[in-house]
């Protein structure tokens, strides 16, 4: 059974950093991507982060220079790490992973909630 596990939301100021971790278990993490989405109220469900499996980086262009996403080697943790939070990153955050074997086989996390306010 596949299970994803986010933590490590909170409040935090602007200006702030947070590190949200996503453990999996039930999967083979390197054949999987992995993937932080957001959402937050009243908007849809956005990527944020993704790392693929072959180590390919995609950003959304909000985030670019103040968010990382990584996956150390060893262990089935991702994580994303969160710098110079701004009020409009608050949202709930989700881990992704998806099976690059077969693309149908899609995961979420419950989510972790990010508030930035002062």
């Known amino acids: 059974q596949v299970q994803l596990v986010e933590s490590g939301g909170g409040l935090v100021q602007p200006g702030g950093s947070l590190r949200l971790s996503c453990v999996a278990s039930?999967?083979?993490?390197?054949?999987?991507?992995m993937a932080w989405y957001r959402q937050a109220p009243g908007r849809q469900r956005e990527l944020v982060a993704r790392r693929n499996r072959g180590g390919i980086f995609n950003y959304a262009d909000s985030v670019k220079g103040r968010f990382s996403i990584f996956r150390p080697s060893g262990n089935n943790t991702v994580y994303l790490q969160m710098n110079n939070l701004l009020p409009e990153d608050t949202a709930v955050y989700y881990c992704?992973?998806?099976?690059?074997?077969?693309?149908?086989?899609?995961?979420w996390g419950p989510g972790t909630q990010v508030w930035v306010s002062s």
């Open positions: 039930g999967i083979k993490f390197a054949f999987w991507d």
């Open positions: 992704n992973a998806v099976d690059q074997l077969n693309t149908s086989n899609e995961y």
